[in-house]
């Protein structure tokens, strides 16, 4: 029994690993049946580290806190690195998903997350400490924080575009 006891520790220790974790939206959805209609929940979740790594997740259940759980996994399993260069990203980009549109522009130090909604919930959980943003098209939080997402993702650093094209980048 005490073995059982310490392990139900150890997956307490492991959840709180130094890892953000903010809830974007959670939806309730119905299905009609013979006997009426099924409550259940969906669950958005970001979490990410605040040094360049985030994940994003949706879980679906029958109570919102086991919804939020199931997205909270999700989001940790789903974790990608992004490119940084300093407290803002490294260049112009565009992310899209489905109908929703964002436009991530580099700002300079001190500007803070110019962004709304879930836009502004992924990049603070990423780390990105000053930024532009332009949702355009959907504000679907979903739509939104994916696209979010699929933006930061495609950003590339000056090392990494060097190293793609076999170029040594010249220090001035």
């Known amino acids: ?100 549109q964002v436009l991530l522009l580099p700002a300079e130090q001190g500007t803070g997350v110019i962004a709304g909604g879930a836009v502004r919930i992924v990049l603070e959980v990423a780390g990105v400490k000053d930024i532009r943003t332009k949702s355009l098209g959907s504000n679907n939080p979903i739509n939104s924080a994916k696209a979010t997402m699929q933006g930061l993702m495609s950003l590339r650093n000056a090392d990494e575009i060097a190293r793609l094209r076999g170029v040594d980048i010249a220090t001035d």
């Not at 959670?26 to 979490?47: D, E, I, P, Y």
């Not at 399993?77 to 300093?86: A, D, F, G, P, Y």
């Open 1 to 100: 029994m005490a073995e059982n006891r310490d392990r139900r520790n150890d997956n307490r220790r492991e959840e709180n690993d130094g890892l953000e974790k903010k809830l974007i939206a959670v939806n309730r959805v119905s299905k009609t049946v013979k006997g009426g209609r099924n409550m259940r929940f969906s669950a958005l979740v970001v979490v990410g580290d605040g040094q360049g790594k985030v994940g994003l997740g949706m879980g679906k259940a029958a109570e919102v806190s086991e919804a939020i759980e199931k997205a909270s996994k999700l989001a940790k399993r789903n974790m990608v690195s992004i490119s940084l260069k300093e407290n803002t990203i490294p260049h112009a980009t565009t992310g899209k998903y489905g109908r929703g």
